[in-house]
T-cell receptor, first 112, second 113 residues
Framework: DQQVKQNSPSLSVQEGRISILNCDYTNSMFDYFLWYKKYPAEGPTFLISISSIKDKNEDGRFTVFLNKSAKHLSLHIVPSQPGDSAVYFC???????????FGQGTRLTINP | KAGVTQTPRYLIKTRGQQVTLSCSPISGHRSVSWYQQTPGQGLQFLFEYFSETQRNKGNFPGRFSGRQFSNSRSEMNVSTLELGDSALYLCASAGEVAYNEQFFGPGTRLTVL
């Protein structure tokens, strides 16, 4: 039973354009969501998070949107840069539980 | 501030052996979580320790165990290794201010032959 799903295994975007990564969840108890970026042979790097009391959180080029009724979140990267090429994981948590549930990841490739 | 460190980075063991992995959290962080990453199952939660007590546990067999010391350093042990235990084992720590945000170490790549 996959509680967090990233349905796109890969995404290719032109440099300078917007990258949109999507994530769906099924467990309505989740109330905190995070995005991580991962390079091969390294641990995930925290990017941005959002609490369920908000529907948007912005940090520089990264914006996360949360649609609670649809149980859907997305990460927008604007503008996309070559260094953004990596695997992106969304993760969900019940606040304070420290028990992240991860999606399967989306490999983002930024083309020059 | 130094990040999460894990030792060793790479490990090769044979079936039936046991292994101990170590994790040092970010200074001041008291919560340490462990995750397993495999190509088939993705990133899965193993367990979480806080102040030397296991607070949360994932769905792994009892061969997987852990502990945390008074300085918040944590170890994870896997006994009677199986081929399927080959994975990247990741440790993450969280502080008490932004307690929902976990910061990961580089991982230990375990290969079981």
């Amino acid at each position: 039973d996959q509680q967090v799903k990233q349905n796109s295994p890969s995404l290719s975007v032109q440099e300078g354009r917007i990258s949109i990564l999507n994530c769906d969840y099924t467990n309505s108890m989740f109330d905190y969501f995070l995005w991580y970026k991962k390079y091969p042979a390294e641990g995930p790097t925290f990017l941005i998070s959002i609490s369920s009391i908000k529907d948007k959180n912005e940090d520089g080029r990264f914006t996360v949107f949360l649609n609670k009724s649809a149980k859907h979140l997305s990460l927008h990267i604007v503008p996309s840069q070559p260094g953004d090429s990596a695997v992106y994981f969304c993760a969900a948590n019940i606040q304070g539980a420290q028990k992240l549930v991860f999606g399967q990841g989306t490999r983002l490739t930024i083309n020059p | 501030k130094a990040g999460v460190t894990q030792t060793p980075r790479y490990l090769i063991k044979t079936r039936g052996q046991q292994v101990t992995l170590s994790c040092s959290p970010i200074s001041g962080h008291r919560s340490v979580s462990w995750y397993q990453q495999t190509p088939g199952q993705g990133l899965q939660f193993l367990f979480e320790y806080f102040s030397e007590t296991q607070r949360n546990k994932g769905n792994f067999p009892g061969r997987f165990s852990g502990r945390q010391f008074s300085n918040s350093r944590s170890e994870m042990n896997v006994s009677t290794l199986e081929l399927g235990d080959s994975a990247l084992y990741l440790c993450a720590s969280a502080g008490e201010v932004a307690y929902n945000e976990q910061f990961f170490g580089p991982g230990t790549r375990l290969t079981v032959l």
